[in-house]
């Protein structure tokens, strides 16, 4: 069964930055974009950042210039730096993958941020 295993969630001071990490039981080649979501209280869920296999990057308006999407294929492990962190950015962090064979869509057990004024 394949499994995502996030780390890198805390508590920071407004300005300061995160790392989160996402570790695939698999290798991440099985993977369409990878990506990370936030939901934040009484929120939507919401797409912060996807990268394709062939490191194409997409971000949010919200975090653009901010925040910084990776991969690390022998790690089978994806990343988001977070920098400049904002209060608003608090928020349950999922990472996301959806695997090309069979189709599937895997979850991590999200991590908090939590970013303080």
């Known amino acids: 069964q394949v499994q995502l295993v996030e780390s890198g969630g805390g508590l920071v001071q407004a300005g300061g930055s995160l790392r989160l990490s996402c570790a695939a039981s698999?290798?991440?080649?099985?993977?369409?974009?990878m990506g990370w979501y936030r939901q934040a209280p009484g929120k939507q869920r919401e797409l912060v950042a996807t990268?394709?296999?062939?490191?194409?990057?997409n971000y949010a308006d919200s975090v653009k210039g901010r925040f910084t999407i990776s991969r690390d294929n022998a790690q089978k492990t994806w990343y988001l730096q977070m920098n400049s962190l904002k209060p608003e950015d608090s928020a349950v962090y999922y990472c996301?993958?959806?695997?090309?064979?069979?189709?599937?869509?895997?979850w991590g057990q999200g991590t908090q941020v939590t970013v303080s004024s």
């Open positions: 996301n993958a959806v695997r090309i064979w069979p189709t599937h869509t895997y």
């Open positions: 698999i290798s991440i080649f099985n993977f369409k974009p």
């Open positions: 990268i394709t296999n062939d490191e194409r990057t």
